[in-house]
DNA sequence: ATGGTCGGGGTCCGA
């Protein structure tokens, strides 16, 4: 069972990478960031002819999530508990159904933030609060469960190449990466670091100033894996080739792959 | 070198 996750900063913009990465990687689960598209916009039947089922939480313009996955999509449920009033479309949450039972996968976009000094930085802050007590209640089921993401958090400076370039960052806040370690200490494992540790191992690289020729990158995309899942977790990848490529997106896929029965 | 690059949608905002 390999379950990935992606931002792709639109859907519509990046699709051939999108479809050429899944035909390569064949993930049985991915859960997709930054759609930057409403509903009816995604392209189901691209993405439906790999031979996916998908769950999508979209919106114009900015954020949207979604899940695919070759296995069945049990109750998809849209939207982050604990403000009806927050309208982005930040998070979905999904059971699949495999031979060997069931997984639980919630696809991530974690506000930004930036600049520090304004209300956005708020709001991420308390976004990290509202998902870490969905996350508790989610851990009290015991079910294998994956937070997959752009949690927009890089957790330690071990995750940045250049990690002086992010101290004033809504990213590298110590409020920021309190509230990451809180999330991790409620009993989520970091598949990254569960199975490698040191520098250069990044998810994004900014479009500007030629970050990826320089390998100015940080690590925010993450996989965090309730014991349940955590005990049967195999190994961690990151796609970085992904990122070389023509007009790609300014992230790339991490996966993980574990030992259900379906691989 | 105090900039720079994307995407979406509309002549700027968010990242």
Request: aromatic share 8%; with cysteine.
């Amino acid at each position: 069972m390999r379950i990935a996750s992606w931002n792709v900063n639109s859907i519509k913009a990046h699709l051939g990478a999108v479809t050429s990465w899944l035909k390569e990687r064949e993930p049985d689960v991915v859960c997709l960031q930054e759609l930057k598209c409403v509903d009816e916009a995604f392209p189901r039947e691209e993405i439906e002819s790999l031979g996916y089922n998908i769950a999508v939480h979209g919106q114009k313009t900015y954020n949207g999530v979604a899940i695919l996955s070759k296995h069945p999509i049990d109750e998809a449920k849209p939207r982050l508990p604990g403000d009806d009033k927050d309208e982005h479309a930040r998070y979905i949450e999904a059971t699949i159904s495999t031979k060997d039972g069931a997984v639980r996968v919630a696809s991530i976009y974690l506000p930004n933030g930036n600049p520090v000094s304004t209300d956005k930085f708020k709001y991420k802050l308390a976004w990290m609060d509202r998902l870490a007590a969905h996350a508790s209640e989610l851990l009290t089921l015991e079910e294998p469960l994956v937070l997959a993401g752009d949690f927009n958090v890089i957790p330690t400076t071990a995750d940045a190449e250049f990690p002086e370039k992010w101290t004033d960052d809504a990213l590298a806040q110590p409020e920021t990466r309190a509230r990451f370690r809180a999330l991790a200490a409620l009993g989520f494992t970091d598949a990254l670091r569960a199975t490698r540790d040191g520098k250069g191992l990044y998810t994004f690289w900014d479009y500007q100033a030629g970050a990826f020729q320089k390998n100015n990158g940080i690590r925010i995309d993450h996989l965090l894996l309730s014991p349940q899942a955590a005990d049967r977790l195999q190994s961690v990848g990151i796609d970085k080739k992904v990122r070389a490529a023509e007009k790609p997106s300014d992230h790339v896929p991490i996966y993980a792959d574990f030992r259900f029965a379906t691989r």
